[in-house]
């Protein structure tokens, strides 16, 4: 069974930084695409940012230059270092291969004020 536990997220003022995690465990994870996604409430799940094996990286235009996704394949773990962060980066952060394969985790929710 394919697990997704999500990390780091916080409330923080907007131009502030946060670095969320992800650690999977069930696939194999050094050859996977990962993804990372985010969903407002009451609206649908949308893609942020995956990275491949290679690492080759793939942004949503929304965060182009302010995102940074990055991988560790020994720790079976995806990071997402957000930068300049702006009241509409607000979502539940998840991570899922990509494209998309199993059910979701809890997520890590990111709250930006201005």
């Known amino acids: 069974q394919v697990q997704f536990v999500e990390s780091g997220g916080a409330l923080v003022q907007a131009g502030g930084s946060l670095k969320l995690s992800c650690t999977i465990s069930?696939?194999?994870?050094?050859?996977?695409?990962i993804g990372w996604y985010r969903q407002v409430l009451g609206q649908q799940r949308e893609f942020v940012a995956r990275?491949?094996?290679?690492?080759?990286?793939l942004y949503v235009n929304t965060v182009k230059d302010r995102f940074t996704i990055s991988r560790d394949d020994a720790k079976n773990t995806v990071f997402l270092q957000m930068n300049d962060l702006r009241p509409e980066d607000t979502a539940m952060y998840y991570c899922?291969?990509?494209?998309?394969?199993?059910?979701w985790g809890k997520g890590t929710q990111v709250t930006v004020s201005s």
């Open positions: 899922n291969i990509y494209p998309i394969k199993y059910g």
């Open positions: 069930g696939t194999s994870f050094s050859s996977e695409n």
């Open positions: 990275i491949g094996p290679g690492p080759s990286t």
